[in-house]
């Protein structure tokens, strides 16, 4: 049992020291793209700077699924505070019941009150994204796995980090476990694309972005290593980004 013990311990020895003899070697990211499990009770209490697509992206849901089950209607508003059920339940109306004996009071037009003024129509991306460019330059440290659900870019602290297609920044924040300050642009109904571990964000919440602009500053994971965290999820589902960026 000793002799064993011993040759574990001189293995890992000589693989450390080779690491620090030659080049440098990333340690593996753990959680670096956590879909994190359904609170028992199946709701969520909405922060500060939620969002119905950082909470859809924080629990693997298409944002479509979770505005549908809890009757939020375009261009998808949520307030702080706000209950948002993550499990499939009918939104219940509430009824207003009316008292057939009740004396009808006849009201003045002048306590009539006005209608108020309707909201903005928010254009929301269409169109199908002919084209994925790259987000960032480097290598490629992490490729997409089961446990990370996209690809991890090499780089250095500032290098600049660009939108992979056109569209509207639907998130920039850092209230995702493991994400850091964290991008995501919606570019059509069915594509959103994230961008993770930002040192500096470029865009703010509702910007409409193009094609290779830059958004973001490259940073680091808070095990210190430089690089970009990439995704792109299609009806909530976690895709392998390089089945769609461009050949390089």
Known sequence: MRIILWAVYLTTTLFLSACTMGETVYAPVLDASPIERLPSAGTYRVRADDTLYSIAWR??????????INGIEKPYHIQPNQLIYLKDKKVRKQVVRHTFNAPIIKKSRSSIPAPAPKAPIEREPMGSVRSWS???????????SASNKGINISGYSGAPIYATASGKVVYSGNGLRAYGNLIIIKHNSDYLSAYAY?????VKEGEWVKAGQEIAKMGATSAGQTMLHFEIRYGGKPMNPLNYLTKR
Do not use: E, H, K, S
């Open 134 to 144: 790259w987000p960032a330059q480097g290598q490629i440290i992490n490729t997409y």
């Open 198 to 202: 930002n040192r500096a964000v470029l």
């Open 59 to 68: 629990y693997g849901f298409d944002y479509r699924y979770l505005a549908r």
